[in-house]
């Protein structure tokens, strides 16, 4: 298929545009080029989409596109995707949150959970109305190519090689690096919160094969349904931690200042708030039905640790403790 992806060079449109070159597609990648070059094999159209004419150079009508992937944000950015390539191609892929929900409380849910308010205007000002900027490129999408021509993929927690977040990585890269006497490692103590990773190259697959197949649908793109807990046990295997695993309530740590889920100074992937336990509890069985399938989730820890071990100080960790205030909690634990 010709196979247009609009990025190409970040960590899940990179590995989409990877995944279809290796599959021998015909792909050519609309990009700016700030995270880097598209991969090896793929045309690279250089492009601003915040530009009314960005897409331009892909949208003529003498050539046709048989599908389209887009991870964007930016509801205009969509929109104008949307009405410069419905003409000329014949599926649009969209990569999606499950930060579109409005609840996030419940347990085993599905699509079916009810969405936030699409975001008014074009242009998503900072990261608290992600969810609602989802919304509104998912209706921009559905509106335009309509349900039939058009795959809206609600991904959960990617994780694996390339996670910039540092959520996949941190734990087994922590586990291989303990800071605490004995080799102590600090965790939360809320382990059977529902929490799964897909790993980015099985989803990069996978929509790369609906793509081709023109599947259509709006599903959770999530990995097998774990826990923390469960991850956490992998991590330390992967890692090779003998050592202690010391844990505390969620009251003491945000006493002291422990962040949830990323950010400077977090515990990556917990999350402590009633109303959020189920962010990680989608059962993905739409998603599974319509081909997904899910490598072992210590080998993703384990690339995503590798990953970590090769960052630079021009690329720092996006979450996790410090070593200073990790020893610190672990000395006021006893540790």
Not at 143 to 170: H, K, N, T
């Amino acid at each position: 298929m010709r196979l247009l992806v609009l990025g190409g060079t970040a960590m899940l449109g990179r590995a989409v545009a990877e995944q279809a070159v290796a599959d021998g597609h015909d792909v050519t990648c609309v990009a700016r080029g700030e995270s880097g070059g598209v991969p090896a094999g793929a045309a690279w159209v250089r492009s601003d989409r915040d530009a009314d004419d960005g897409l331009d150079a892909v949208t003529d009508v003498a050539e046709r596109w048989d599908a389209v992937v887009d991870v964007a944000r930016q509801p205009g950015q969509v929109r104008r995707a949307v009405a410069g390539l419905e003409p000329v191609a014949d599926h649009y892929v969209f990569v999606s949150t499950g930060n579109v929900y409005a609840v996030h409380s419940g347990l085993a849910t599905d699509e079916t959970v009810p969405l936030l308010a699409p975001l008014e205007g074009d242009v998503m000002e900072d990261m608290s109305t992600y969810g609602e900027a989802k919304v509104a490129c998912e209706a921009a999408v559905l509106d335009g190519f309509g349900p039939e021509r058009s795959l809206v993929a609600r991904a959960g927690l990617i994780g694996g090689p390339g996670d910039w977040s540092g959520r996949s990585g941190w734990w087994p890269w922590r586990f291989a690096h303990p800071v605490g006497a004995h080799g102590a490692v600090l965790a939360p103590d809320a382990l059977d919160l529902p929490m799964a990773v897909v790993d980015v190259r099985d989803l990069a697959s996978w929509l790369v094969r609906c793509a081709a197949s023109q599947t259509p649908g709006t599903v959770d793109a999530v990995g097998e349904p774990d826990t923390l807990a469960g991850l956490i046990s992998v991590a330390r295997d992967v890692g090779g931690h003998t050592g202690p695993l010391v844990t505390a309530p969620a009251e003491w740590l945000a006493e002291q200042g422990v962040q949830e889920w990323m950010g400077e100074d977090s515990l990556p992937l917990w999350i402590s708030d009633p109303e959020w336990r189920g962010f990680g509890a989608h059962t993905g069985a739409a998603a599974r039905a319509a081909g997904l399938t899910h490598r072992p989730v210590a080998e993703t820890l384990r690339d995503a640790a590798a990953y970590e071990e090769t960052r630079e100080a021009s690329n720092p960790r996006r979450c996790g403790l410090s070593d200073a205030t990790e020893r610190r909690l672990l000395g006021l634990l006893g540790h």
